[in-house]
């Protein structure tokens, strides 16, 4: 009787966080070569027929519970409670593949003796774009092999076999078995990430290609050499070190001042005469006392402050609308003496942060997100009684600008989402999102409008927008390409940037023409009536602009 080969299912790549903070849209991956039985199971990412050691026959995305068609989908379901990716294969095991029949023989030791050692899956591909609004989330993946490992980028995966009885196990054959290939295991596992940096790198020396021959078609001469893929990945790594350095000395300065504060700031400078002004200084102050900054603070202590006008800064580049609900709550992070509120929900809460971001606004936004409420388990824990710890929400978002910056973006998304304009959208900042609907129903988008909180965000938002255009005027990119694609202007993970800056105000015979809503410029294409970068459609005004060759 001819030997089966062992059958296996797994989740092969689920929609959550991933050890390297970033999340794969299962919505947006295209797994046709996994339907089509074209898919390949590997070794740790190992290439060639060796590392080859089985096959995938089905694959399927499972959104929710009731997409579920049988039990193991079922089963596997209960374990991430995520979206997730479902595959089925088989192992190369009943023919004489020792590394195929090595991992049989780890999957029945697993399955067989109740070890807690779990053997994990992870997708190889090619990542097509990422987010627009979250440059860690892989929005468009292309998907065509699966990796069986002990070491995978995303741990919320999973590997067990399904055609396994107890008779067919033999302990002591397969530890032999499994110690005959122990040295032909890779140490340097490559995660998703890696393989399609490397295709970012082709994309670069792809995109030199094109401008060179651009270059040579305009009579401009110079001998450009291109670098090879393995120099680009080494510049990049150059790049990411540098910012990473950066980073650490921006966290140890950050450091450095708290630990003053800890070590006997308060003594120290009332021993300089200046205990007054420490006093009157926003991290000594109670929340309900609005008197004013004193000004004689010294620089240490002023740290933090500077700390959150750069992070607003930050913020308000990537969100115009959060940079302009900013400007009107703090004057762009300089004022956080919020007025303690009176009355309502809100009573004898003080708003906190750049945003003006209320405790309860926070604590709903926390219970929302997932994402959030992992980077900050402790709010998430204190949540649920909001009336007892608002002042610890109120005290995080005043003294760390990047959770006041997380929080904001959470609820500034949600909010975007559940409304219908920019003016709605800014009157939930104040009123909720429940205010902001029946003041539509109330009076329709004129009510809107007319409110003065209203008008003073969205007058705040056409300068922001206005400026993020003006300033991308002079720089024509010829080219970046990173980690996310040939339109991300920085890398995550050490992929390449590569920029070019024109001399001339564009090059001639081109038309340019930017984008209202991601503010991205770009050569005008003939019946072009769309963002190349987001998809978002382009006005009437600029697209008759650019037809008539005005910038």
Not at 238 to 250: D, G
Not at 313 to 322: A, D, Q, T
Not at 423 to 431: D, E, I, R, V
Request: charged share 25%.
């Amino acid at each position: 009787m001819a030997k089966k080969p062992l059958e296996i299912d797994m989740i092969a790549g689920s929609q959550l966080r991933d050890t390297q903070g970033e999340m794969l849209s299962v919505e947006g991956a295209d797994i046709s070569e996994l339907q089509a039985g074209r898919g390949r199971l590997n070794d740790n990412h190992g290439k060639g027929f060796f590392n080859a050691i089985g096959r995938v026959t089905d694959a399927k995305k499972i959104f929710k519970k009731e997409d579920c068609e049988n039990e193991r989908q079922e089963y596997y379901w209960n374990k991430v409670k995520a979206p997730f990716i479902f595959v089925k294969g088989y192992l190369y095991d009943d023919e004489d593949h020792p590394n195929a029949r090595a991992a049989a023989a780890i999957l029945r030791n697993i399955h067989k003796t109740d070890t807690p050692l779990q053997l994990k899956a992870s997708v190889e591909g090619g990542v097509l774009a990422r987010g627009v609004s979250d440059s860690t989330l892989l929005a468009r993946t292309k998907i065509h092999s699966v990796a069986l490992t002990f070491t995978p980028a995303n741990n919320n995966t999973l590997v067990e076999p399904t055609s396994l009885k107890k008779s067919e196990y033999d302990e002591a054959a397969d530890m032999l078995l499994i110690k005959s290939v122990v040295h032909l295991a890779q140490t340097n596992v490559p995660s998703f990430r890696h393989i399609a940096r490397d295709a970012s790198a082709t994309k670069v020396q792809n995109n030199l290609t094109k401008l060179v021959d651009l270059m040579r078609e305009l009579g401009i001469e110079g001998e450009i050499t291109i670098p090879s893929k393995q120099q680009i990945l080494n510049k990049a790594l150059e790049q990411k070190i540098q910012t990473n350095i950066e980073l650490i000395k921006q966290k140890m300065a950050e450091l450095k001042a708290e630990e003053l504060e800890k070590a006997g700031i308060k003594n120290a400078l009332a021993a300089a005469g200046m205990g007054a002004a420490l006093a009157m200084s926003p991290s000594m102050t109670s929340q309900n006392d609005s008197s004013p900054v004193a000004p004689s603070v010294p620089a240490e202590a002023q740290k933090q402050k500077a700390s959150m006008q750069e992070v607003y800064s930050r913020v308000s580049k990537e969100h115009p609308m959060l940079g302009a609900i900013g400007m009107k709550e703090s004057s762009g992070g300089k004022n956080l003496n919020h007025k303690t509120m009176k009355g309502g929900i809100h009573d004898g809460m003080t708003a906190g942060g750049p945003w003006g971001m209320m405790p309860h606004s926070a604590a709903f936004a926390i219970k929302k997100d997932k994402d959030l409420a992992e980077k900050y388990p402790k709010l998430a824990e204190i949540a649920n009684d909001v009336d007892k710890h608002h002042k610890t929400f109120t005290d995080t978002f005043n003294n760390d600008p990047e959770a006041a910056a997380d929080f904001a973006i959470s609820a500034y998304k949600r909010n975007k989402s559940k409304t219908k304009s920019d003016h709605q959208m800014a009157y939930s900042w104040l009123n909720g999102l429940k205010g902001s609907w029946n003041k539509y129903k109330e009076g329709g988008q004129a009510a809107l409008e007319q409110h003065p909180y209203v008008q003073g965000v969205m007058s705040e938002y056409k300068k922001l927008k206005s400026e993020k255009v003006e300033q991308k005027k002079p720089l024509k990119k010829a080219m970046t390409a990173g980690y996310g694609g040939a339109a991300s202007p920085t890398s995550r993970v050490s992929g390449a940037v590569i920029q070019s800056e024109s001399l001339e105000q564009g090059r001639p015979g081109f038309k340019y023409i930017s984008c209202d809503n991601c503010g991205k410029e770009q050569v005008h294409s003939k019946h072009q009536v769309k963002c190349r970068e987001c998809g978002h459609g382009m006005s009437f005004e600029k697209l008759y602009q650019a037809m008539r060759g005005n910038k």
